[in-house]
């Protein structure tokens, strides 16, 4: 070396690491040369394009963040107009923006969530932001000191020498009364670890802190160390020595995670006080509502109002896996994705209008039910509890958890099994002593839950960007900053995975090269739909709680409105989150994917939960993460309850056909707590099968196992002339058929935009909406044709159970008559020898049964009441009046779906 060199920072490529040189005493760097610390021999570096005075370096994911200095025409030590990027992928370099004021970046280090500035100074001010440190992947600041665990309180000050190794510390008036987490600093903060000196001593560095409860000061030799205060001014052991081996980047270990950001009173007030309030809500259901009797429990007494009816329907559809899967496809491929929640505005139509009324005047209380009545046998009807029940275990749950768990680890950062445990325990609580009113109601307050939140950050999100405007402009030009293949030999990446579509909003797009095309989009839509919405369990048992017909086209149409605010509630705020954070949620590069979010694929699935951690502030964040525990426990509690029901009516009774109603009761509830168990056993699959784009799983496996399904209930409800054979042949024939598309695919795998699927294009080929509409078709020209092959069903059997016989006043012989009949004699002299035998012990557990009994049943068991025939069977008669005022808001509301198609079609 011809003169001494002051070393400012170190930069990791490849298996070296490097010292960035620069003048001892001017302090400006020194680009032409660095030393290369495995060798210790100078080398040819990057050439800065323009002098700069730096106070240190940090090198994160391939990229030089100069932290601070200030062009050499300044005098002052501070950096107006942003920070540099050296890229060292592409070899360019970058210049952000800051947002406000002239803030010194003092000095740097790599944590998990990117490249922080600790300390700095406040425009002309030799103050430390208080409380804060700088995120420069986002250039946020984030409210809290790396030094510290919490930073609080305005006077709260530190001073920082910039960038230099000995960082001195003075708390007026913050911080915390707890020691610190152990953190590495390693050699980020201006000079070299001690051992890649050449040629000596670093020199000692000392970090002296300060608390409410005393001080504290530790130093080490040649080593950014530590120390805390603590409790009762004891000194705790400062940080580990920092040493950095060869090839490492300086990723900063043991440091708080950057998305455990839900570690203030205002957030974690919030939250506890939302789980009181659903408990609150759920107990107050359960003393005002009849659980004792099957109709009471399950279908809730069919006492509710349009209101609570409509509000349940939109919080059991909308899950974590809509915020979460809405919003990364929305982030990855725009607006299109908001189809499947405006198709659903007609399809709830038909739900309340055709299919409803045929449901309330046949009088099942479950979807397997009908199909028993509607064709006799008993083969449809495992078939379809069965499936259901699968389904459900494995692909509603599990979607839910995984979506909620994402939002878990990025809010809280606790463990994904603790957590989701508590969440399912504390669901399954009310689910197993509420029953369907307890779960109607919070479904009630939770949907306001869910609009509120979403709507506050949609807000910010909004602001964040420059308003829709802005959006439309910037989101076409918000591409990751690394593009470049970091192992040109395996994988090469296309321009077009990494760029926005140039379709991206528009709702409908082309039937060939689209990711959406719009007949699927129109009709493919439209048949998962008729599923979902017509025949699934979830869904329907809502709506037969409803105290008339009226009530649930109005609840119905309630619902219709609310499936119109995701598109711009959960789709463009995701599409804003990559505007604000292209590298993390729009990252391409699978290396860089799987640092950020755990998967190679892509990281779209993160939109959402980005979004509430870096735009919320205090309290609102705690009330974001209360939204999306709303919405996981929503769904999932309306799938315990659903699958519940089917497990009791539909197969319990057939393996117990003795069995008494407090029986099917407790059956139901424990029925719950195995799925919960099951559930927990599923975590782990759950947690390695994370998909790059999980809406299109959800709506891939829809269409290929709902079809047939749809298929089945539509020409049940329409058409006579099916019958049993056609039915069942239907069914397994469409199973068999989306079987042959599902295996492979999932065998080969789907692929992505850098690893193509390898499935032959004549079984993958066609787009999975398109292949639901093939399904449904092939589905439907069996069943007819085996209808037609095989004798009919006759009227008599038919009358209130397809739309045609609606209000048919005949007295119907259902095909199942005999053996129901011997089913409830059976219940019948079971409970009579029950009561017999249990007159004496009776009076001896009275105290304890008493408690037991309300807990579980209610406390008043109806056990006389048969469990297939309810109280009072719903008449679907309706007033004049209300009937043409439900009719026209139909009316209005497919006006408003048709608009809002047009608009952004």
Known sequence: MTHPRAMLGLLGCGESLYALGGCNRLAVLDSSEVLELRTLRWGPGPRLPLPLRAFACAVLRGRLYLLGGTTLEQNRAVLHSGVLIYHTLTGCWTRVALDSGATCLAGGVAVRGGVCAIGGYLRDSTKFLDGNYINLETLDATGRVLFFREGRGSGGEQEVSGGARTVGAKVAGGGSDRAPSPVVFPGFLGGLPLEAWPGGNAGSTCWEGRTACGSTTACTAGSPAGAAGSRGGRSSPGPPEARLKTGETGVMENATSVGAVINNPADIVVIVGYFVTVIGVGVWSMSRTDRGTVGGYFLAGRTMTWWPVGASLFASNIGSGHFVGLAGTGAASGIAVGAFEWNALFVVLLLGWLFVPVYLTAGVITMPQYLKKRFGGARINIYLSVISLFLYIFTKISVDMFSGAVFIQQALGLNIYVAIIALLLITALYTVTGGLAALMYTDTFQTFVIIAGAFILTGFSFAEVGGYDGLLEKYRSALPSRLASMDPQRYNISSRCYTPRHDAFRLLRDASSGDLPWPGVVFGIAIVGIWYWCSDQVIVQRCLAARSLTHVKAGCIMCGYLKLL?????????????????????????????????????????????????????????????????????????????????????????????????????VGRVWVLCIVAISICWIPIVQAAQSGQLFDYIQSVSSYLAPPIAAVFLLAVFVKRVNEAGAFWGLIGGLVMGLCRMVPEFWFGTGSCIYPSNCPFLVCGIHYLHFGIILFLCTSVLVLAVSCFTPPIEDRHLHRLVFSLRHSKEERMDLDHEEGEEGRRARREAEERAREGNDGAEQEKAAVCSLLGWFCSGGTSQDQQNPEEPEKLPDITENPVWKNVVDANAVLMMAVAVFMWGYFA
Do not use: H, Q
């Open 566 to 666: 995701p598109m711009f509630l959960m789709v463009l705020p995701g599409m804003i989150s990559r505007v604000l954070y292209p590298d993390e949620v729009g990252c391409v590069v699978p290396e860089v994917c799987k640092e950020v979010c755990g998967t190679e694929v892509g990281c779209s699935n993160i939109a959402y939960p980005k979004l509430v951690v870096s735009v919320m502030p205090n309290g609102l964040r705690g009330l974001m993460l209360a939204v999306m525990l709303a919405a996981l426990m929503s769904s999932l509690a309306s799938i315990f309850n659903s699958s519940s029901t089917l497990f009791t009516m539909d197969i319990w009774t057939r393996v117990r056909p003795r069995a008494t109603e407090r029986e099917l009761i407790i």
